[in-house]
């Protein structure tokens, strides 16, 4: 539909810009939020499924951010290692139990 221009309509048709439809290139800024959030959450919960969806978020984030929005890696190294940390921290009772059985002390692995 051609633009009609209006007697006192202050639009111009030289500067209308016409609509372009964002990138779907997403950017892996809620994966980088949810892989923090949920590692702080299996860190001060103790919750095992907390810190594997802390894992795998970390992992997506990782997969889906582009190369050229980080220089560095160091972002990519922390959500991963935080992640990994948060797994550690929660199944590190069951770990102690086994080292202990295997150790030998029976008293430690009854409890």
């Known amino acids: ?3 009609k221009p209006i007697p006192g309509d202050p639009r111009r048709a030289a500067d209308v810009v ?3 439809p964002a990138s779907s290139q997403a950017d892996g800024g809620i994966y980088y939020i949810t892989s923090f959030a ?3 959450g299996a860190l001060f919960f103790k919750t095992k499924w907390v810190g594997w969806l802390a894992l795998f978020s970390s992992l ?3 997969f889906n951010d582009r190369a050229s ?3 560095s890696g160091s972002s990519r190294l922390s959500t991963i ?3 990994l940390t948060a797994l550690m ?3 590190m009772p069951e770990l102690i139990t086994i080292f202990r059985a295997f150790k030998g002390d029976t008293a430690a692995a009854t409890q």
């Open 81 to 83: 290692t935080l992640a």
């Open 18 to 20: 016409p609509y372009t």
């Open 38 to 40: 949920s590692a702080m």
């Open 60 to 62: 997506l984030c990782i």
């Open 1 to 3: 539909m051609p633009f």
């Open 69 to 71: 929005a980080t220089q």
């Open 89 to 91: 921290m929660t199944y």
